[in-house]
């Protein structure tokens, strides 16, 4: 990840290899690939638990950390932020 930029509603990030994939919060929100909301896999596969997210229409990311060299965690105004977007992840999410 070259860069990563926060506007009112979607969040944009810019790649080394010069791509851009847009994200709405929304969609990032109801994506979070943390155990409570996605749910979580055993050896086999199975996945046990997660609740489907719906996300209101005005959440906000209020801050952000890096996580290592390989992700983000993100702090949303919901209260949530568990969840650790990879940037393979985060490359998957287009708005």
């Known amino acids: 990840m070259k860069k990563l930029t926060l506007f009112e509603d979607i969040l944009i990030v810019d790649w080394i290899d010069g791509q ?3 994200i ?5 929100r109801e994506s979070c690939p943390c155990a409570m ?8 596969g199975n996945i046990y638990g997660g ?3 719906t996300a209101n229409e005005n959440i906000k990311i209020l801050k952000y950390s890096s996580i290592g060299h390989y992700g983000i965690q993100f702090y949303f105004s919901d209260g949530h932020k568990d969840g650790i977007y990879t940037f393979d992840f985060l490359k998957t999410l287009q708005k």
Not at 24 to 28: D, E, G, P, Q
Not at 37 to 44: I, K, L, N, T
């Open 51 to 53: 609740e489907k997210v």
């Open 24 to 28: 709405s919060y929304v969609k990032l």
């Open 20 to 22: 851009e994939t847009i």
């Open 37 to 44: 909301c996605g749910g979580e896999s055993d050896v086999m």
